[in-house]
């Protein structure tokens, strides 16, 4: 697996496909199935809803791994900045955190996006 991260609209889909050698068309959105797909993009849309139906977004992730351990994923950072006061939104926040924190761990790759340039920091 590698990560791709950073937040919106800083280039990621951009660079992956740069970097990757992948066409737009090789790029899962988050409704998608991911299968024959070499990247899956908006991947915290997918622990978005994921949430509003009841699932571990850890765990569904630890299945794409499993049944997928060279995808690309590609996921906003949503972290930074102030902290919703909707309990919906900052268990959002939360689980996409812990999400990216597993997805790290098991990746070979990880970069970070800003403005379009990827650094590498495993």
């Known amino acids: 697996m590698k990560l791709y991260m ?13 970097s990757e050698n992948i066409s737009e068309d090789e790029i899962a959105g988050p409704e998608d199935l991911p299968d024959g797909k070499k990247a899956l993009a908006a991947y915290h849309l997918r622990i978005q809803k994921q949430l509003k139906q009841g699932m571990d977004p850890v ?19 949503v972290g930074a900045g102030v902290i919703p006061m909707e309990k919906e939104k900052e268990q959002y926040r939360e689980a996409v955190g ?19 340039i990827g650094i590498r920091i495993k």
Do not use: H, N
């Not at 950073?6 to 740069?18: F, I, N, P, T």
């Not at 765990?59 to 794409?64: A, I, M, S, Y």
């Open 6 to 18: 950073g937040g919106a609209w800083q280039g990621k889909c951009r660079l992956v496909m740069k």
């Open 59 to 77: 765990r569904e992730l630890e299945r794409l791994y499993e049944q997928l351990p060279d995808i690309i994923l590609i996921c906003d950072e």
């Open 98 to 116: 812990r999400c990216l924190c597993r997805a790290a761990e098991l990746a070979d790759e990880v970069y970070r996006v800003v403005c379009g």
